[in-house]
Antibody
């Protein structure tokens, strides 16, 4: 069974940093691209970032480019999202999601999400 | 960036109704289009990929069509478990983008 479990969310002040983790199981992690998607309270889905299976290809959404860094540790089956210079508008549930194959494929499995709240 | 729009933004329907949701891309995306279902407080669920391919385990009452800029998601006979918000997403060009969603509720 495919499982994705995010952690690391919480309350952080504007300008602060946070690192999210997503531990996966049930599939061969290093064969698939992985992505982060977020959802602000009461709002729609926003694509954040994607990383290829080997980490060599990375893309970001415009609203997080230069502030967020996606990475992965294939030996630990873990995906990361390092978030810096956080703003109130980054408040959202952050989902990690598995790509069906490479970086130009749909997202077929999603984690339960972790809530990030940026507030003073 | 490719902008995705959906219509309607919300709709009210009855059990057994046939429901169609439209998604439009601001430029051609071939068939790089996915549909997701999200129920309140729940995780988005993949329904359709490559515009018309059914994700494994998704019932055949869901179907997708389209190519280029115009796409549709159809639910052939609406059931109580289908009341949710539906999102389209393009994965042809970065940054990937979602539509704003269509909320389907009970008439």
């Amino acid at each position: 069974e495919v499982q994705l479990l995010e952690s690391g969310g919480g309350l952080v002040q504007p300008g602060g940093s946070l690192r999210l983790s997503c531990v996966v199981s049930g599939f061969t992690f290093n064969n698939y691209a992985m992505s982060w998607v977020r959802q602000a309270p009461g709002k729609g889905l926003e694509w954040v970032s994607i990383i290829s299976n080997g980490g060599g290809s990375i893309y970001y959404g415009n609203s997080v480019k230069g502030r967020f860094t996606i990475s992965r540790d294939n030996s630990e089956n873990t995906l990361y999202l390092q978030m810096k210079s956080l703003r109130a508008e980054d408040t959202a549930v952050y989902y990690c999601a598995k790509a069906h194959s490479g970086t130009y494929s749909h997202l077929d499995y999603w984690g339960q999400g972790t809530l990030v709240t940026v507030s003073s | 960036d490719i902008q995705m729009t959906q219509s309607p933004s919300s709709l009210s329907a009855s059990i057994g109704d046939r429901v169609t949701i439209t998604c439009r891309a601001s430029q051609g995306i071939s068939n790089y289009l996915a549909w997701f279902q999200q129920k309140p407080g729940k995780v988005p669920k993949s329904l359709i990929y490559a515009a018309s391919s059914l994700q494994s385990g998704v019932p055949s009452k869901f179907s997708g069509s389209g190519s280029g800029t115009d796409f549709t998601l159809t639910i052939s006979s609406l059931q109580p478990e289908d009341f949710a918000t539906y999102y389209c997403q393009q994965y042809k060009s970065y940054p990937f983008t979602f539509g704003p969603g269509t909320k389907v509720d009970l008439k």
